[in-house]
């Protein structure tokens, strides 16, 4: 109600003890209506944002996790040449994966390395290098893949320090 509608029944509010007490019963009531509704929108607020950074962090986490990826070499016999040992399970790899971090053969030495997936037919389909380092006797060599070049398949993944001769380890690609 506009203060000019409500100026005639002002003084009255003003000298009755009952209709004062009932209009301050009223905006008291009204007061906490409006607390309540505010309370509400802020937790609804705080939960809507709660609920959306977890979303966007947890949907992050996922594609940090599958955009690295880990091989354990260090525990696989070393096969010279362009054939993998045929004894051991290949090695398996996400084809999400951009990053690549190869934990080496035991006794590998720091340095420079080259990287190399060959498809069994020998057919060189991707390349990179990277330089091994030491770190609590574990040598471990990272390298970002080229992920337009390789396909879903069985491959053999090629390790060297440059002027030598390729490690080979099967591999496949998923």
Not at 40 to 54: D, F, Q
Request: aromatic share 6%; charged share 25%; with cysteine.
């Amino acid at each position: 109600m506009p203060l000019s509608e409500a100026e005639k029944w002002l003084d009255h509010l003003g000298s009755c003890s009952p209709c004062y007490g009932d209009f301050s019963q009223f905006r008291e009531t009204h007061e906490r209506s409006r607390r309540r509704t505010l309370l509400a929108i802020a937790a609804s607020i705080l939960l809507v944002a709660t609920v959306a950074g977890w979303a966007l962090l947890r949907n992050r986490n996922e594609n940090l996790a599958t955009q690295t990826a880990i091989l354990d070499l260090r525990n696989r016999s070393v096969a010279r040449g362009t054939e993998a040992n045929q004894d051991e399970p290949p090695l398996e790899l996400t084809r999400t994966a951009k990053n690549l971090k190869i934990f080496l053969p035991l006794g590998s030495s720091e340095g420079p390395y080259d990287v190399r997936f060959v498809t069994l037919s020998g057919e060189e389909v991707a390349t990179s290098s990277g330089i091994a380092k030491l770190d609590e006797h574990i040598t471990s060599l990272e390298v970002v893949l080229p992920r337009d070049s390789l396909r879903s398949g069985k491959y053999l993944l090629q390790i060297r320090r440059p002027q030598l001769s390729w490690e080979s380890y099967s591999l496949v690609l998923r």
